[in-house]
């Protein structure tokens, strides 16, 4: 045999560039195969691992969504300026500790009011603070008292309103206890299940905290594994930060306002209690157009009962007026922020009735966080669509 004939012979042997590329392919694709069948397997245990902890994860990725641009950003920036010798992961983690403890007094403003309103001149706000720490039963009757007066004013102005008296003072007695049992409460949760609205918090703040910190990472690099170039995730930021402004300066904080004047208002003329109407004022002032009327008349109404038709008149005409100048201030500053309209605004408001109706009083922050991002999302697509086309 001839060596030109043992090489053809050898060359033979070996096979072809399109035989290695196919065993290659079905390799690769056997590997992958593999993978995918070991995930869709570990899907039964995850998700009996996580069902329980959804209400929660949800509503801390929406409240996440809300308020990172209005409360972890400022405090960041912030910070930075001061602490700019620590490492970025572990500032992210002091701020967003520290947003999330604001996030919370704010959120117990109602409840710092409604003690501040129960103590009344003689007791002051800390005392009774303190003796419901330290679970004294006159300063929990004191509390209870003030509820139980709060929700009898609110049942005098709107009496087809379902509350419940009874209900909500097993509701607030329970949260004292709760509050003064944190650590048993909570253990009691992670080991038996016993849902209770302080363990409930708790976990939702704590996933609210670690979203702060990480959560920002965690969409870049998503982006960034979508194919999204960095000058476009910048684009998607900013965006989702000016739509979020918007939403808490043109929805939120408007409706805040407003159920302050109309508390203001009720309170200092015609004699009601502030909370009460503070809180309703603020929730009806999401309804657009006619929102504050839903507050204002029968307020009026009730007082022309009482056979004081100058203040009835007084009441009506002041709170029409400070709508007006807060509906122009809001007119205003939603210009300075951004140019979207009307729409977004009924769509909030649909989002959070919907919301409500859906998920129950987490809805209030679960409905607007879907707005939110399906809106920003429609019109970061739009804006892609423009650039490709130039």
Known sequence: MTESQESLDAEDSQPDLLSVKRNAFWQLWKRRALLLIALLILLIPLYGTFEPLFEFILFAVSLATLTFPVFFIPIRRIAGKFLHNLQEQRLSEICAV???LILLLFLSSPLILLLWDAAGEKVGLIEVVWSLALGEESAKNTLLLGVSEQIRQIQTIFPKLPIDESKTLEFVAN?????????????EFLFKGTRGFVAELALALIALSFLYAHGGNFVRSALKMGGFTDKETSSWFNLYRMITLRLISDTILTSIIRGIAMGMVAHFIGGFFFLPIFLIGAFVGLVPVVGSAMVWLPISSIIWTRGEPTIAISVALLSILLNYLISRARAGMGRRLHEQGAWLSFMLF?????????????????????????????????????SNLN
Request: charged share 10%.
């Open 350 to 386: 649909l989002g959070i009735i919907g919301g409500i109706l859906a998920y129950g009083p987490q809805g209030f922050v679960i409905g607007p966080m879907a707005v939110v991002l399906a809106y920003g999302l429609v019109r970061f697509l739009g804006e892609q669509h423009e």
């Open 98 to 100: 520290c947003s999330t």
């Open 175 to 187: 949260l004292v206890g709760d509050t003064r049992e944190f650590s048993g409460t909570f253990i």
